[in-house]
């Protein structure tokens, strides 16, 4: 749409024109598309909004629109087209709509935002998603004990938190022998199992845990979802956390989360 045609239409909305020229501006959006569209566009940009805010603007300020094109130039080709030409009417010296002008940098900018920020075909695998919800600190096995007892209990944590699951399991499964009662080595002995891939074992040691008369046994079931989670049974898994949701078990918010994104990564 030229800068004539825009005068036009302002022109024919404060009936500034002539017999001879009103005519003519009727007789070209009944053949020109593009121009009635615009001028149905601004007639009623002009019966909504008030004089002053629909009037030109005779100048607009050269380091305001150089901003608007510092900050989005590499967000939208629209943009990019609206400051360009909107600079070279200010080299111009010719009066420009400042509505429309904001209106268009302001519609870029939405569609800037959206492109930049807003999830496209975002999706995880299950190693990331099991990654996500396997950040649970596990309590510390150190307590005051005998020295023998003392040693291995560190010897397992240190190898735990070092990633070392195999040799913690050694430790671990020494120290269930002499405490059955110990929620905490069940915990490290399963994730550790987990962790190196012995799921029929993780899954043996979790049931025990879950069936005992421990107080915090209920903890099972969320590491028993996870275990079907790393081993990719989803089926399982989702079984696992709907008990957990039905019964308010540990970490039941996290398991309605992880039941959402299970949703997702399946459709």
């Not at 959006?29 to 629909?54: A, G, S």
């Not at 998603?129 to 005051?144: G, Q």
Request: glycine share 0%; with cysteine.
């Amino acid at each position: 749409m030229s800068l004539e045609e825009d005068i036009l239409i302002e022109r024919f909305l404060r009936n500034k024109l002539s017999e001879e020229e009103r005519n003519d501006f009727l007789d070209k959006i009944t053949i020109d598309l593009d121009l009635r569209e615009k001028f149905l566009l601004e007639k009623q940009l002009f019966e909504t909004l008030n004089e002053k805010e629909w009037s030109y603007a005779s100048k607009i300020n050269t380091t305001e629109v150089e901003e608007y094109a510092t900050l989005f130039r590499d967000n939208s080709d629209r943009l990019k087209h609206v400051i360009q030409k909107a600079t070279t009417t200010q080299k111009r010296k010719v009066k420009i709509r400042r509505l429309t002008f904001f209106s268009a940098v302001a519609a870029a900018v939405i569609f800037a935002v959206l492109i930049n920020f807003y999830p496209q075909d975002e999706s995880f695998t299950i190693d990331e998603i099991y990654a996500n919800y396997n950040t649970d600190e596990l309590p510390s096995l150190v307590t005051r004990n005998s020295k023998e007892v003392q040693k291995d209990l560190t010897l397992a944590e240190r190898n735990f938190k070092n990633k070392n699951y195999k040799e913690a399991l050694l430790y671990v499964d020494r120290l269930l022998k002499v405490d059955t009662e110990n929620s905490t080595l069940y915990l490290y002995k399963a994730i550790s199992l987990t962790e190196t891939g012995e799921f029929a074992m993780s899954e043996a040691s979790l049931d025990i845990f879950i069936h005992s008369d421990l107080v915090d046994s209920e903890k099972g079931y969320w590491y028993k979802a996870l275990l079907y989670l790393k081993a990719k049974d989803l089926e399982k898994c989702e079984q696992i956390l709907q008990i957990i949701i039905k019964n308010s078990y540990f970490n039941d918010q996290k398991a309605k989360r992880l039941l959402k994104d299970l949703d997702t990564y399946e459709q």
